[in-house]
């Protein structure tokens, strides 16, 4: 659990740098303001929570006084948020400045090093938390709870030691209600270690529901599932234009600013962008949305920006702009490892250019990818458009190509086949001629029975000829042809 104490304070002032300047985060709404919160400094001056504000300036008169932000506090949420994805994918904004993280696909040997490096990330950020390691997220809460008692900015709770360690806390930790700690006092429970050694039967038989709920929790064995964060409307940043705005260039000005900042967070999650939304509202009350999906994630910003401006120039504006929001949709964190010796496009977008004017030059119908009938007919293909999202080889799937590849020729070779015993023997054709060396077959196969007309068979070969390569060899309506060369 990643916990940010004093989030209202901190998201007003973030981290004070200097231990000498107190703050304060007063509330104003009432007759006489008094003390929300306060820094280290302010408590070593003698302001407390609930201190009238007059009576906090008489204490320490240079107190600097803040008021609660909304907005802050929004942004102060999304950085806590945005950092902590980098460091898994399965986050549960718990209350505010309290996110609990779900660690099942972190190593446990590096959770320790990987708290670490995130602590320090927010703490560059302004941002100043301290996390507890558990097996679920009410021990999780308890770790960052006693974290924050002994002063520590990292707590485990190791299972192996969970009692031991749960013996050197105090109640508080453990969120105990004042009459359950009365009770407990009187029992002479002074630790959470103590109370989870007491037999359930007992506590449920004296202490109830309460006293239940509070055992399974330090015992580790209440469990629930976490309510994970929507990231679909986390990286998006809004304008409301105080004046109308007619041209394109002021609004390609905001747009680049947009994609600086939405850049820097993304990339701050270990994520990139696999489409962007544009949200446009005119003065004339008409919204246009589109989604520009991309053909790979990426945080190129002169891709990102030329996909989003290549779109502006084609919109038709039938008048003035009132506001823009722009949407980032993250990749998903599982990534696949690219092929060591793939080349890839260097420039998609590029590349798309170039698909257009083919289209143009040859026709639509003439320009797509070979795609695999849906049979078992060898050699059966057809054209089908190219997808608006171009696949890498890593994201195919299915298992790697081993083994020889066979290079199919255009049309039929026809050859004059010599046989023996069922078994060809020699080989004569146009392109190649030779003594069969080793031949693997005869396979059969067919299909088509069921439509009147469209039957076939066939019978297959891969024969080896002496000094000339490995061949596919076909017998198929009373002839012989060469199908392809193995590679």
């Known amino acids: 659990m990643v916990s940010c104490p004093d989030f209202r304070l901190q998201a007003v002032v973030r981290r004070v740098h200097t231990e000498s300047q107190a703050v304060t985060l007063v509330d104003d709404t009432q007759r006489q303001s008094v003390v929300l919160s306060r820094n280290e400094a302010a408590m070593r001056m003698g302001v407390e929570i609930g201190m009238k504000t007059v009576q906090a300036l008489a204490r320490c008169p240079a107190l600097q006084i803040e008021r609660p932000s909304a907005p802050a506090e929004i942004a102060a949420s999304r950085l806590l948020l945005e950092t902590s994805l980098s460091w898994v994918p399965g986050i549960e904004e718990t209350e505010a400045g309290m996110l609990t993280l779900d660690l099942s696909t972190e190593p446990e040997e590096a959770r320790v090093d990987s708290a670490k490096r995130i602590r320090g990330r927010l703490y560059d950020a302004g941002l100043e938390v301290v996390i507890g390691l558990g097996e679920t997220p009410s021990l999780a809460r308890i770790a960052a709870s006693a974290a924050r008692q002994k002063g520590e900015s990292i707590w485990q709770l190791v299972p192996e030691r969970r009692l031991d360690l749960l013996d050197g806390l105090t109640l508080e930790v453990a969120e105990v209600g004042a009459e359950l700690k009365e009770r407990l006092s009187l029992w002479g429970i002074q630790t959470p270690g103590g109370f989870a050694r007491l037999p359930r039967e007992a506590v449920a038989a004296r202490l109830g529901e309460e006293g239940v709920e509070l055992w399974l929790k330090l015992t580790g064995q209440m469990r629930r599932p976490l309510r994970f964060a929507k990231l679909e409307e986390l990286f998006e940043e809004h304008e409301d234009f105080d004046y109308e705005v007619c041209d394109r260039e002021p609004l390609l000005f905001v747009v680049n600013r947009f994609l600086d900042q939405l850049i820097v967070r993304v990339a701050r999650t270990g994520r990139a962008a696999t489409a962007v939304h544009v949200l446009l509202t005119f003065a004339n009350g008409v919204c246009h949305a589109r989604r520009l999906a991309l053909p790979e994630p990426a945080l190129d910003h002169e891709i990102l920006f030329h996909l989003v401006s290549g779109h502006l120039d084609s919109l038709e504006w039938k008048a003035p702009v009132e506001s823009l929001r722009l949407r980032f949709e993250p990749s998903d964190t599982v990534a696949s490892q690219r092929l060591l010796f793939g080349a890839g496009l260097r420039n998609r977008f590029q590349f798309e250019d170039t698909m257009k004017r083919l289209r143009r030059l040859v026709g639509s ?62 080989v004569a054709s146009r392109p190649v001629s030779g003594i069969v060396i080793r031949a693997a077959g005869p396979w059969h196969c067919g299909g088509d029975w069921w439509h009147e007309g469209k039957q076939w068979r066939r019978r297959e070969w891969d024969v080896e000829l002496s000094g000339q390569g490995v061949f596919r060899l076909v017998e198929s309506e009373a002839e012989c042809f060469l199908e392809g060369r193995y590679d």
Do not use: D, Y
């Open 365 to 426: 119908e003439r320009v797509g990818s070979p795609r695999m009938r849906n049979t078992h007919r060898p050699g059966a293909f057809e054209l089908v458009p190219l997808p608006s999202e171009i696949e890498t080889a890593s994201e195919r799937g299915g298992p790697p190509v081993t083994g020889f590849t066979l290079c199919r020729w255009q049309g039929r070779v026809r050859a004059e086949v010599r046989w023996k015993s069922g078994q060809p023997e020699r």
